[in-house]
């Protein structure tokens, strides 16, 4: 078993910064790779950005320019940079990681709990 720990969420006014964590700890594994997802209030799931153990990253045109994905693989460890917010950034952010076990080699999906976002003035 896998757990997803998120920190950094809060309340910021519009132009502000926040920088997101994401802590995986548990049974033995490999990260393929780890992302942000977000919903907000009557909206799907959204991509964000995601990002491979090789440091391969993607992100939603929404974001670009405004949030850094990065990763510190020896931490299982995934951050989100988010600069210049805006109130269409407000959402509930999710951490998401394909795992894979060290002993089986099958590989899992995982998410975190999540954490809020609020943009406003």
């Known amino acids: 078993q896998v757990q997803l720990v998120e920190s950094g969420g809060g309340l910021v006014q519009p132009g502000g910064s926040l920088r997101l964590s994401c802590a995986a700890s548990?049974?033995?594994?490999?990260?393929?790779?780890m992302g942000w997802y977000r919903q907000a209030p009557g909206k799907q799931r959204e991509l964000v950005a995601t990002?491979?153990?090789?440091?391969?990253?993607n992100y939603a045109d929404s974001v670009k320019g405004r949030f850094t994905i990065s990763r510190d693989n020896a931490k299982n460890t995934v951050y989100l940079q988010m600069n210049s917010l805006k109130p269409t950034d407000t959402a509930v952010y999710y951490c998401?990681?394909?795992?894979?076990?060290?002993?089986?080699?099958?590989?899992?999906?995982?998410w975190g709990q999540g954490t809020q976002v609020t943009v406003s003035s």
């Open positions: 990002i491979t153990s090789g440091g391969s990253t």
């Open positions: 548990g049974s033995i594994f490999s990260i393929n790779v």
């Open positions: 998401n990681a394909e795992i894979t076990a060290i002993v089986t080699k099958l590989r899992y999906n995982y």
